[in-house]
Structures are given as C-alpha cells and as structure tokens.
C-alpha cells in the first residue's frame, strides 16, 4: 500500500472536518497517482468529498463501523481484518491510503511509499499526523522545485520505507 497526503510544516492535514488549502496542482497530482487504483479512506474523509461519493476512476474502500454506511462509489469495509482481505487482491502500488488522520497514524507504517505534499508554514490546522522526517523509518528519495498556489508555497517529496 501506498499514501498519499498533504501536510503543513506541523504535519497538520486538515480543519474543521475539511482539508487545509486549495492547490490546484496538488489536486492533480493526487488524481494522476490514485485514478485506475484502489482507494482507502476512513468514513470521515469520504463525507468531506463532494457529494458525500466515492472518486470516480478508482475503487474506494471506505472504513467504518457502522453496519448500515452506504454512499456512492464505495465498498464499505468494517474492520481492519475486511480491509486488508480487501485489499489484499491487489498489488501494493496499486492501493493507495488516502486519509483521514485516523487511517493514516494506524497504517502508514504498513505503507511502502508516502507521497507528501509538504506546505509550509502553520495552516491553524486541528487534525495532524505522525512526523514522517522523525520517525526514522522512512527515507526521502524525491523533492520537487517549490510551487507556488493561492499563497501556499508547496513541494512534493516521495519517501521510501528503509531497507531492514
Ligand atoms: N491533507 C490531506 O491530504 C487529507 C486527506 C484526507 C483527509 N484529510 C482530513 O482529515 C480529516 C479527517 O480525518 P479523521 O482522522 O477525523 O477521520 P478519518 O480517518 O477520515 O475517518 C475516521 C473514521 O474512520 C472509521 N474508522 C477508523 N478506524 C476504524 C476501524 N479500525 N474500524 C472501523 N472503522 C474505523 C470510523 O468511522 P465511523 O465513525 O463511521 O465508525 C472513524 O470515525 C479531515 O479534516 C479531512 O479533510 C486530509
């Protein structure tokens, strides 16, 4: 599995139940790296998507304990043994984690690439994730030239999980 994710300079990802910015090109970045994948994301994240729908082009799991969910687009999946049953049909570069918080803290060790868009400054997010610079299990293998959108200067930086 894979991670893809958008983060302040605190490792903040989002406010208020939504995300932090709207950066055009980041959005297609994101669309280019999971469109024909497997998307997983927490049932938080699927009801801050417009439409309260999954993304098209792509099969979006969505996890969530509520025997009853049900939204456009989705598998639900009810626990984490479902999820990766689920999951486990595909290859690992071809499921990407997609948020929110929850998701991405309990599973993105079991990642082996994190796709990161680093925003700097303080965005006042209220929802954060680990600091994937200290953890230590994770290297940078790539850093684009800043971007510059709406205000936010960005860059995209890929990390590789480290050979054992
Ligand atoms: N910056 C980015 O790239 C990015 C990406 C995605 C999301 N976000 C932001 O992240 C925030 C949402 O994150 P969040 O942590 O609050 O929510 P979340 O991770 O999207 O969803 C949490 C929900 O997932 C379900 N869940 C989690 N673990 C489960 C388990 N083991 N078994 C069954 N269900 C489980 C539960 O749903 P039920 O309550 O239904 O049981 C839980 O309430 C929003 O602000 C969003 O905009 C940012």
Request: hydrophobic share 35%; aromatic share 12%.
């Amino acid at each position: 599995m894979e991670l893809i994710v958008a983060a302040d300079s605190k490792w903040g990802i989002g406010k208020n139940g939504g995300l932090l910015a709207h950066l055009p090109s980041d959005m297609k970045y994101f669309r280019e790296h999971t469109e024909g994948k497997a998307v997983v994301m927490g049932r938080k994240t699927l009801e801050s998507l417009p439409g309260r729908k999954g993304l098209p082009n792509r099969v979006n799991y969505v996890l969530t304990s509520n025997p009853d969910f049900r939204a456009e687009r989705c598998i639900a999946v009810h626990t984490e043994e479902e999820l990766w049953d689920a999951i486990s049909r595909y290859e690992p570069k071809n499921v990407f984690l997609i948020g929110g918080a929850t998701l991405y803290n309990w599973f993105y060790s079991m990642c082996d690439r994190l796709y990161v868009t680093k925003m700097e400054g303080d965005l006042g997010a209220d929802t954060f994730i680990t600091n994937f610079d200290e953890d230590g299990s994770f290297e940078v293998v790539s850093e684009s030239e800043p971007v510059t959108e709406n205000g936010i200067t960005y860059r995209f930086v890929v990390y590789q999980k480290k050979a054992k």
